[in-house]
């Protein structure tokens, strides 16, 4: 068990740093203000995939709370509230998806994208508006623009880089059953 948890603990800094370099020097700027195309969205879902809600909110967490600090504006919690709701959402609706087992078929493919579908839909077009609206009293129409363009395009990015992620990791991993699978 303490070597899970250290698995856990490094999956979680090295996810959150990550997330951090993706969202902040590979973001791609959105014509909605204060919205970026983030391409760290698919690195997330694939973490929480791996190794589980508790890590997948942590990351999220950590991760956003670091991008947003290193723009100098604060950080915009409402927003880093739902990345981690989704980096959680990830990690408890996906369990039944096993990378670690060197499977990702397309039942899993179709699963995966539904459950980065589900999460992106409640992070960003019900968490972040409506905390940026109770937080912040932000105008409705404007958190929810956002909220709507920022989902798309996650939905986007997370439909290509995390499926790509999943797709790799489980071909690196010895099948079930195959004579490379270590006891």
């Known amino acids: 068990m303490k070597n899970n948890s250290v698995r856990i603990i490094v999956a979680i800094g090295i996810g959150a740093a990550l997330f951090f370099v993706l969202g902040r020097f590979v973001a791609i700027p959105s014509p909605v203000p ?16 791996m190794f589980g809600p508790l890590a997948g909110a942590l990351i999220g967490l950590i991760g956003h709370a670091l991008i947003d600090f290193s723009y100098g504006w604060g950080i915009w919690w409402s927003w880093v509230i739902a990345s981690a709701c989704f980096g959680l959402l990830m990690g408890f609706l996906s369990r039944k998806i096993q990378l670690a087992d060197g499977e990702f078929s397309t039942k899993d493919i179709i699963r995966f994208n539904l459950f980065q579908i589900i ?15 109770v937080m912040y009293a ?3 129409n404007k958190v929810f623009t956002q909220g709507l363009v920022g989902g798309i395009a996650n939905i986007v990015t997370t439909a290509i880089i995390g499926t790509l992620l999943c797709l790799t990791y489980a071909l690196t991993k010895p099948k079930k059953g195959s004579l490379k699978e270590e006891d």
Request: proline letters at 6%; a negative charge; glycine letters at 8%.
């Open 138 to 140: 932000e105008p409705a």
């Open 34 to 49: 204060n919205t970026n195309i983030s391409t760290q969205y698919g690195l997330l879902a694939f973490m929480a995939v």
């Open 119 to 133: 999460g992106h839909i409640i992070a960003w077009g019900v968490i972040a508006p409506v905390l940026d609206i």
